[in-house]
């Protein structure tokens, strides 16, 4: 019997509230880039919410190599609302939400995949990756973030407005995990806190 990404989640997980604020951040942020840098449709979104609260299931097994057994775990057990593809895809979104960057070559799962295929992993897993290492800094402090795109020089600003301009932000964390978010969407990116 396959589990639906809720029920996966209440079995695997024991963090209460950092999957769902990484699943609003990786909203956030996909909604901003939808409009501002690249079109996608509502079928990604859908993946990303599933895998933005399925990213951390992994610890059930191991902290080590959790987002491989996040996979796993995704793989085995579920997922009842989505085809074998788009679990599979939802599945490998996880995986590469930390750790090394997907690789063709290197990675059997991913190089399975279609080139098209390889496109939307890469970028739903980079605006994972991303949310992940925002919500380092409590969730609550965070009131929007907003996306200014320079196409002529191929740069994106990531603007996060905090809720109040008393509290500091802790963005080193998400400035270390914008790469794979950057290879995806074929930019460069700054991140910078509103004042």
Known sequence: MKLSTEELLEKFSSKASHPWNVQKLSLMLFDE????VLEMDIRQRKLLESAALLHDIGYFIEAKSHNKHSQTLIM???LAEFN???KAIIACICRYHRGSLPDKNKHDFYGSF???DRKIIKRLAGILRLADGLDKAPHSLIKEIAISNDKENNIIDIIITPRTYETCLEITPAIRKRDLLEIGFKVQS???IAR
């Not at 880039?33 to 501002?36: S, V």
């Open 33 to 36: 880039l939808n409009k501002k």
């Open 190 to 192: 700054v991140i910078k």
């Open 114 to 116: 279609e080139k098209k």
């Open 76 to 78: 085995e057990n579920g």
């Open 84 to 86: 074998e593809h788009d």
